[in-house]
């Protein structure tokens, strides 16, 4: 079945900087992949998703690229804010399949 | 919010015991999954209901079982419960059972089994 890797585990960066946690996934007939973050106690929101017909997808200071040859995608937050601290997941949905296999999580701590 | 309701917000049980977890999706989503958050496994698929139908199944142990009725809420039974069943479980609701698109998230429901 469908298996997804998520990197780093943890990472701690200066406000203002940017982060960038990377994904890949093992099974080809994956076209979905979305981004949640999700803050301590609540629950998973989406903030950025893509589909596999397209390479790159951006929305204010998040943006997700997508390499469908190396099976890997990643998030990148630009200018980042003390908000965006929380654990972020990835996840990959085949054809046909709704349902999403996740990464095991990013804690992302934005140090001001 | 994102219009997805869970009941309760915690539960405290005992091994052995049987739990029922409900959720209500969003108006008009038809499609109802069940997610479970430990610690150790994260985020893992258990089962997906589309309008009152069985349309995918997960790593859910035969302890474990799901329903979606009529009116599209859905409940998650979990019974023998273990120590190991401790856990956060999320209910997702999606408008279709058969695309891709974005599963809402409700705030879930904490498991303690002690």
């Known amino acids: 079945g469908e298996n997804v890797e998520q990197h780093p585990s943890t990472l701690s960066v200066q406000e203002g900087d940017s982060a960038v946690i990377k994904c890949t996934y093992s099974?080809?007939?994956?076209?979905?992949f979305p981004w949640y973050k999700q803050e301590l106690g609540k629950r998973p929101q989406l903030i950025i998703d893509?589909?596999?017909?397209?390479g790159e997808k951006k929305d204010q200071r998040i943006a997700v690229t997508l390499n469908k040859t190396a099976k890997h995608f990643s998030l990148h937050i630009t200018e980042t804010q003390p908000e965006d601290s929380a654990v972020y997941f990835c996840?990959?949905?085949?054809?046909?399949?709704?349902?999403?296999?996740f990464g095991q999580g990013t804690r992302l701590t934005i140090n001001p | 919010d994102s219009g997805v309701t869970q009941t309760p917000k915690h539960l405290i049980t005992a091994t052995g015991q049987r739990v029922t977890l409900r959720c209500s999706p969003r108006?008009?989503?038809?499609?109802v999954y069940w997610y479970q958050q430990s610690l150790d496994q994260g985020l893992q698929f258990l089962i997906q209901?589309?309008?009152?139908?069985?349309?995918a199944k997960g790593n859910i142990l035969e302890r474990f079982s799901a329903q979606q009725f009529p009116d599209l809420h859905s409940e998650l039974n979990l019974s023998s419960l273990e120590l190991g069943d401790s856990a956060l479980y999320f209910c997702?609701?999606?408008?279709?059972?058969?695309?891709?698109?974005?599963?809402?998230f409700g705030p879930g429901t904490r498991l303690l089994v002690l």
């Open positions: 997702a609701s999606s408008v279709d059972g058969n695309r891709q698109e974005t599963q809402y």
């Open positions: 099974d080809s007939a994956s076209n979905y």
């Open positions: 893509i589909r596999s017909n397209v």
């Open positions: 996840a990959a949905s085949m054809q046909g399949a709704q349902k999403l296999v």
């Open positions: 108006s008009g989503d038809l499609s």
């Open positions: 209901y589309y309008n009152g139908e069985e349309r």
